[in-house]
Nanobody
Framework: VQLQASGGGLVQAGGSLRLSCAAS????????MGWFRQAPGKDREFVAAISWDGRHLYYSRPVKGRFTISSDSAKNTVNLQMISLRPEDTAVYYC??????????????????????WGQGTQVTVSS
């Protein structure tokens, strides 16, 4: 199983980036996908998640209204569109997958320990 994240880079404050995560190696039909980030010296934090059916979206408060998570089940990819980026968004961004079938409301998507698979991370740097 592999999650390959891409799309990170250096951008000025106010700019945009689009991260992508390609999943392979198994059937991810019953898996929710999430994005987390970790800044230097800080704990890994939840950013966004999308339910297995793509109908339920979840965001952390700092990114809500600026980031949009989406998925393409046919391509087994999940994307994170980021706009109005701020220096505090600087971090390594990780995509992750967790088994979460059935009722999407049954799960806490913010808990990193519940995710089964992780990508290698992609660096996002926002300059002021």
């Amino acid at each position: 199983v592999q999650l390959q994240a891409s799309g990170g880079g250096l951008v000025q404050a106010g700019g945009s980036l689009r991260l992508s995560c390609a999943a392979s190696g198994r059937n991810f039909r019953d898996y929710a996908m999430g994005w987390f980030r970790q800044a230097p010296g800080k704990d890994r934090e939840f950013v966004a998640a999308i339910s297995w059916d793509g109908r339920h979206l979840y965001y952390s408060r700092p990114v809500k209204g600026r980031f949009t998570i989406s998925s393409d089940s046919a391509k087994n990819t999940v994307n994170l569109q980021m706009i109005s980026l701020r220096p505090e968004d600087t971090a390594v961004y990780y995509c992750a997958a967790r088994l979460a079938p059935g009722n999407p409301s049954s799960y806490n998507y913010t808990d990193a320990s519940k995710y089964n698979y992780w990508g290698q991370g992609t660096q996002v740097t926002v300059s002021s």
